[in-house]
């Protein structure tokens, strides 16, 4: 099956820093998300971005799908940014179902 | 947004459970997932229009339900200690849109002692 690769896995920042994570997949894929989960499980919605760049505030995501990777930029870094972030491709199944499957994530600390 | 019931669940191995997901309004297909100490989500199966059309290397004692409304059920038979996870929901538009986000529930935390 695909697989899907995040690095690094653990990232400590001081707070105002800056950041890049980048998720790697093996095969083509139907569509990407990118995640953040916080301390309490709730996994929040980032970015939905099968090709291109978006941009979200202090956030931004690119991803180049003819080379299969995607990127996470994370500006001016605070302290509510700590948790850990996770890319998922989006497959299509059998019956038409659409799957994501996770990488492992990175775990990025922020200190004051 | 997408609703999740029971938030923490302790039972003992061999028992069975029921977990419960509202979809946010609007999305008619469902998706489960598991999520262990330290890894990512893992997808259990799918559901759309109160059938399962996707499922992921998980054996049969995982079932679900999905409801007219929209709303659906993860059973889990026979409780083993390694099904002790966070339980997650996602809902999204419809399978048959181009667009189709998932968007994820706080979770269940299930503990099997």
């Known amino acids: 099956g695909i697989q899907v690769e995040q690095s690094p896995p653990d990232l400590i920042l001081q707070e105002g820093a800056n950041s890049t994570l980048r998720c790697n997949f093996s095969?083509?894929?139907?569509?990407l998300q990118w995640f953040h989960q916080n301390p309490w499980g709730q996994l929040i919605n980032l970015f939905y971005?099968?090709?291109g760049t978006k941009q979200n505030g202090r956030l931004s995501a690119t991803t180049v799908a003819t080379e299969r990777y995607s990127l996470l930029y994370i500006s001016s870094s605070q302290t509510t940014d700590s948790g850990v972030y996770f890319c998922a491709v989006e497959l299509l199944g059998q019956g038409g179902s659409e799957k994501l499957v996770f990488g492992k994530g990175t775990k990025l600390t922020v200190n004051p | 947004g997408v609703t999740q019931s029971p938030t923490h669940l302790i039972k003992t191995r061999g028992q069975q459970v029921t977990l419960r997901c509202s979809s946010q309004?609007?999305?008619?297909?469902v998706s489960w997932y598991q999520q262990a100490l330290g890894q990512g989500p893992q997808f259990i199966f799918q559901?759309?229009?109160?059938?399962?059309?996707g499922r992921g290397n998980f054996p049969p004692r995982f079932s679900g339900l999905q409801f007219p409304n929209d709303s659906s059920e993860l059973n889990v038979n026979a409780l083993e200690l390694d099904d002790s996870a966070l339980y997650l929901c996602a809902s999204s538009p419809s399978i048959s849109n181009s667009y189709n986000e998932q968007f994820f529930g706080p979770g269940t935390r299930l503990t099997v002692l």
């Open positions: 971005i099968p090709s």
């Open positions: 559901y759309y229009r109160e059938e399962e059309n």
């Open positions: 309004s609007g999305h008619n297909t």
């Open positions: 095969d083509s894929v139907n569509n």
